[in-house]
């Protein structure tokens, strides 16, 4: 059979990486989308050393139209279809996040990967996907994009409110929605991999890299029947 094939950015480290290694062992073959071609070059030696070979580099900018065509094109001219995308590129932006006091270009940054970044390639990479005969995206989320959890003052996570992050992730999570509505043919979901420790937060998450990487992965890898429109996490279902 032949491998079905898989798009992540922002993979040349952290969840991303660790996704590329679970479904690269599972046996898919990986497009590792990096914007930067030394770290991504080294993220793949990394995977190769490991022997998994199924992975190669694609450079891809998230957030530049360019690079986004250009990666669209040099994988279409490698191959006719593309199974899965995971948009797991992110960013938190400056951290703390104070609403009256975060500044406006911290939101555009912000907002500018989480946000119109997963649009722009997804809506590039599209027609690729419309030729798989099981066509998958998974838009990595955070529970910090969760109103109902951000309504509930028993959650774990209840002060931790942020003015652009979290948002960013709500606006993504109704994006997914509205894809998912659009593409019936297509499973789309929001996958939260949890508070994980990485750089993205300085180390300081209570989640390995392997615990998060985990519910992407399981998405990732549903059938025709697995669900759409749906925001998850581990632990199954999150409120919106």
């Known amino acids: 059979m032949e491998k ?25 073959y990986i497009y590792l989308g990096c914007r930067d071609e030394a770290r991504g ?6 995977l190769h050393s490991e022997g998994l070979t199924n992975v190669e580099l694609l450079l891809i900018d998230v957030i530049d139209d360019e690079s986004v065509q250009r990666a669209y094109e040099t994988l279409s001219a490698k191959i006719d279809h593309l199974d899965v995308l995971i948009n797991n590129a992110g960013i938190p932006g400056s951290i703390p996040q104070p609403v009256l006091d975060t500044p406006i270009e911290t ?29 998958r995206i998974v838009n990595v989320t955070s529970d910090l994009g969760s109103l109902g959890l951000h309504s509930d003052p028993s959650w774990r996570h209840y002060e931790v409110k942020t003015a652009a992050y979290g948002p960013s992730k709500s606006a993504l999570n109704g994006y997914t929605i509205a894809l998912a509505y659009e593409l019936k043919n297509f499973r789309i979901n929001a ?10 937060n300085n180390n300081q998450g209570y989640k390995t890299v392997e ?3 985990a519910p992407i992965v399981k998405y990732a890898m549903i059938d025709k029947d697995g669900p759409t429109g749906g925001y998850f996490s581990d632990y199954g279902v999150t409120p919106w």
């Not at 555009?108 to 599209?126: D, L, Q, S």
């Not at 991999?193 to 990485?198: F, Q």
């Open 4 to 28: 079905q094939t898989v798009l992540i950015t922002g993979a040349n480290k952290g969840i991303g990486l660790e996704t590329a290694r679970q479904l690269a062992v599972a046996g898919y």
């Open 41 to 46: 070059n080294e993220a793949v030696e990394q």
């Open 107 to 135: 939101y555009r940054k912000v907002y500018e990967v989480n946000v119109f970044g997963v649009a722009r390639v997804t809506k590039t990479f599209v027609p690729l996907m419309q030729n798989s005969p099981n066509p």
């Open 191 to 200: 996958v939260n991999p949890g508070y994980t420790k990485t750089d993205f």
């Open 211 to 213: 615990d998060g990487a």
